[in-house]
């Protein structure tokens, strides 16, 4: 059995030490390591923990396909992404859920964990089989619409109370179609100087209320995607503070960065739901992430082909890729603006989704005998970013041509190295080229 000396290295930006790895799992240190890694001012963090990636698989493959997200989440320095259902045909059965998840073994780059849908065909009416799902080899505890709200109350009622009996939690896309019908961007200034029909942020606010109430009742777990408004996280403050609710909601890195102004230039590849929001958000929802209000960092990764993004604004689909510059957009909007160190981005982005998922193998300590899955990153390496050169099959970043502050050198995933360097260590990888 092989031991792994990984030298130098500054767990969660603190003093250099080493780090030892054997069978998979940090281990006590030893004087004859077979190997030496040099990881001299590297950070080490554990393994980052995505709680929302769209694979695409099946169905979307010209998009992305569970090899080619994979390694652009390994290359992000992720080793558990959960991918969305909703794909073609649906994750609604556990047929698919067992696909997906076969297909992230085959691959082996990061764990797959598929999310099974609500409703059957997201079509927000009847329940899917969410026990068969639960039950399947996949073992799917979290359940979500993405893409569609379950919009009406006593689906969701229903689904909460399944999801307390499976010991799951049920993600929602907070979204009253109601008040979006035809939307194309925040509904605001920005908008309507460009003709673009709003979309209300009430229909996010007002679903999120609505189902912290619905999650009370029901005594079960709610977890809010990609919450985007300042509105979105005093409710969730306000929740906490008058109801026994188990609720958790993450953010995206877009919309921490971006603003509704990017949608000026009207290129498509801004188009995203919800929609980028204005600037006094973004900054509300960095300091809900900094204390705590919002629990994590979600990529909302959503590869599009190029025909879905190189069109007219109002024909092209929502979604920007996020895999690969998730670290680097928090280390900007997060790090360098002095409301996170560096333990704070090990739980916004590993601890607190492996939490929230139910994971007890990911987001553990930096110590031995845990699950030796780690993210090294360079925290003085920038680099611009370029869609073409990005392991997705799609290209549709929002930050073309931007500077990152930071780099992924090295992913482990349970002591094998997924990236060495800044290259993906074997897997199927079919990407760009
Ligand atoms: O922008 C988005 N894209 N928001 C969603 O909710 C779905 C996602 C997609 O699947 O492309
Ligand atoms: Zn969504």
Known sequence: MSTTRIAGVRPYGEDPTDLYVRDGVLAEPVDDPDEIVDAGGLIALPGLVDLHTHLREPGGEEAETVATGSAAAALGGYTAVFAMPNTDPVADSPVVVEHVWRRGREVGLVDVHPVGAVTVGLGGERLAEMGMMAASPAGVRMFSDDGRCVNDPLVMRRALEYARALDAVVAQHAEDHRLTV???????PVAARLGLAGWDPTAEESIVARDVMLAATAGARLHVCHLSTARSAAVLRWAREHYEVRVSAEVTPHHLLLTDTAVQDYDPVHKVNPPLRPAADTEALRRALADGTVDCVATDHAPH???????????????????QTALPVVVTTMVATGLLDWRGVARVCSEAPARIAG???QGRPLTPGEPANLALVDPDAAWTVRGAEL??????????GMEMPVSVVHTMLRGRWTVRDGKVQDGEVQGHG
């Not at 035809?182 to 605001?188: K, L, P, R, S, V």
């Not at 024909?315 to 920007?320: E, I, Q, S, T, V």
């Open 182 to 188: 035809g939307a194309q961007a925040h509904e605001g």
């Open 305 to 323: 082909a190029v025909e879905a993004k190189d069109c007219e604004w109002s024909a092209a689909r929502p979604g920007m890729l996020g895999l």
């Open 391 to 400: 392991a997705s099959r799609a290209d549709n970043t929002p930050y073309e």
């Open 359 to 361: 994971l007890t193998d």
